[in-house]
């Protein structure tokens, strides 16, 4: 690829201090984007653009480093107003003048070295300004945009556009906002170069990225995201007004904090949460191909998986470690687990002991259904998206109890099958887990509706991991009903069945288990 070769021979050539653009033949209505990747080892450089045609209305003037902050300022020296610091930057210039000077400045150098994308837009006078009804930012005109995070979710701050002849009181212009999932987990240089460059033009923006759901008007310059760490993705703006269109300056995060990746980017990546998975695989496995057959062990590994979800939920509000309360929580499983299993020796009933496998189960398909729908602006409200959520639930439940057999073998089937894909998700960067990740914010994080949600999707590790489930549940569901043909639908319950008394019904016949009664000899 071409920008691979271009950034390769940057990094082995010489630092440039002053870099000089021509910029005859761009135009609005023409060439519209001046882009060029560039390193540099001095603590200021100048860029100079020189030949901007007189029907220019404005400029966005962008720099992008991905580690480094930097500073881009119109100035040589720092005057407030006037620069602006970070990874992802951009002002805005605007003048008669046929020359623009900026200056790109290193605050604190991560390396000797910084490589930089530096791009251009042209505009027209009449094209919507990104940014130009700033209210808050420090800059007066603030095409950029900042990302905060925290493990739950991010935030997406930016300020209103302005347009020709546009009050910013009443600001009738557009704004969509899109945002696109880069294609490797990983902080890899190049791909997170080409991500930006994709997001630079209203056509490209487009083309490549995913318009975001929710639009809820007030909220449309504070937009909040569902954290997936270490999933690098791109945000960006487009303001359009009367049939013109123009994007903001283009902002990334990984979620989480990039040059400390190995710790702070994967996933539950400590040695308890790697054990956990592989213990989560063997238990899936168990539950889709033998837990209808496994009564008992069942009984035992639903209670436990219930146990474990309540606990982690109530004690999660704590915001203790992960292994902290990952502990207390299989604890507290275990129990529940043992309590469930002596409900059904105690008691022996069908219809009580499935029950919990279906809510379960049906708690699943909820979550599965609801990462897809939740994006809707009417599951932005609590009260919408727990009343869907528990009717789907209810009416898997009482399709289940129908077919109680059948339904406890599907129940396990599910709930089993995805334990397993999640777990060898989190081994080769699959998404899967985040179906159970973004139904668990929704109870514990406070206004979490509100969050987008669009989890990412890669086309073959992702796809992959559906094909398989697919397989997984139908295997299961074929295995275990086979074994269950010409067999009592649940097992016997030994403890219910030594307790029941004698009635009406009990066999008159006494046979090997019942004592024979005492002979008596005849009388002289």
């Not at 809707?376 to 409200?381: D, P």
């Not at 869907?388 to 439940?397: D, G, K, L």
């Not at 649940?490 to 006494?510: A, G, I, K, Q």
Request: with cysteine; charged share 15%.
């Amino acid at each position: 690829m071409l920008f691979g070769v271009i950034l390769s021979l940057l990094s082995i050539g010489p630092a440039l201090a002053d870099i000089t653009v021509d910029f005859t033949g761009y135009s609005p209505d023409g060439n519209n984007i001046y882009k060029y990747y560039y390193t540099s080892s001095v603590d200021i450089t100048k860029i100079k653009l020189n030949n901007i045609a007189q029907d220019v209305g404005f400029l966005v003037v962008q720099v992008h480093t991905q580690f480094e902050n930097v500073t881009l300022s119109n100035s040589s020296r720092i005057v407030y107003g006037a620069y602006v610091s970070g990874t992802n930057l951009g002002l805005v210039w605007s003048s008669l003048s046929s020359t623009a000077t900026f200056y790109l400045i290193r605050n604190i150098k991560v390396e000797s070295s910084v490589g930089f994308l530096l791009a251009v837009t042209v505009y027209d006078e009449y094209d919507p300004v990104p940014g130009g009804c700033n209210l808050s930012f420090d800059v007066p005109v603030a095409p950029y945009q900042v990302i905060n995070y925290n493990n739950d979710y991010l935030t997406v701050k930016s300020q209103p556009p302005s347009a020709y002849g546009v009050s910013c009181e009443k600001n009738p212009i557009k704004i969509e906002m899109f945002h696109y999932y880069f294609n490797h987990y990983d902080s890899d240089s190049r791909t997170y170069f080409d991500g930006i460059e994709k997001m630079l033009t209203v056509e490209d923006i487009r083309n490549v990225s995913r318009l975001v759901g929710k639009d809820l008007g007030y909220q449309k310059h504070n937009r909040m995201f569902s954290n997936y760490r270490g999933r690098g993705r791109a945000f960006v703006l487009i303001a359009s007004y009367k049939g013109r269109s123009a994007a903001y300056v283009p902002a990334v995060s990984y979620g989480c904090d990039a040059m400390n990746w190995k710790y702070d980017c994967s996933e539950l990546s400590s040695e308890f949460w790697k054990v956990c998975r592989a213990v989560l695989l063997i238990l899936g496995g168990l539950l889709c191909f033998q837990g209808h057959k496994m009564f008992r062990l069942t009984m035992f590994l639903i209670g436990f998986i219930f146990g474990v979800l309540i606990t982690f939920i109530v004690v999660s509000v704590e915001h203790a470690s992960h292994n902290g309360y990952g502990l207390i929580s299989l604890l507290i499983g275990f129990f529940y687990g043992v309590f469930w299993l002596f409900v059904w020796w105690k008691f022996g009933v069908p219809l009580l002991s499935v029950q919990l496998t279906m809510i379960l189960s049906g708690g699943l398909i909820a979550s599965i259904t609801m990462n897809q729908l939740g994006d809707y602006n009417a599951f932005a409200l609590d009260i919408n998206y727990w009343l869907t959520f528990s009717c789907i639930v209810i009416a898997y439940m009482i399709i289940g109890v129908a077919v109680m057999m059948h339904g406890h073998i599907v129940s396990c089937v599910v709930i089993g099958s995805y334990a397993v894909i999640a777990a060898i998700s989190y081994y080769i960067d699959g998404n899967m887990e985040f179906i159970f990740v973004n139904f668990f914010r929704r109870v514990v994080v406070k206004n979490f509706g509100y969050a987008v949600l669009d989890p990412p999707f890669l086309i073959f590790t992702d796809t992959f991991l559906c094909i398989m489930w697919i397989l997984l549940f139908l295997v299961g569901v074929k295995l275990q009903s086979r074994y269950q043909r010409n067999r009592s639908p649940f097992p016997p319950n030994r403890n219910v069945s030594l307790e029941r008394p004698l009635s009406e019904t009990t066999p008159l016949l006494y046979s090997e288990a019942y004592p024979s009664p005492p002979e008596y000899s005849a009388t002289p």
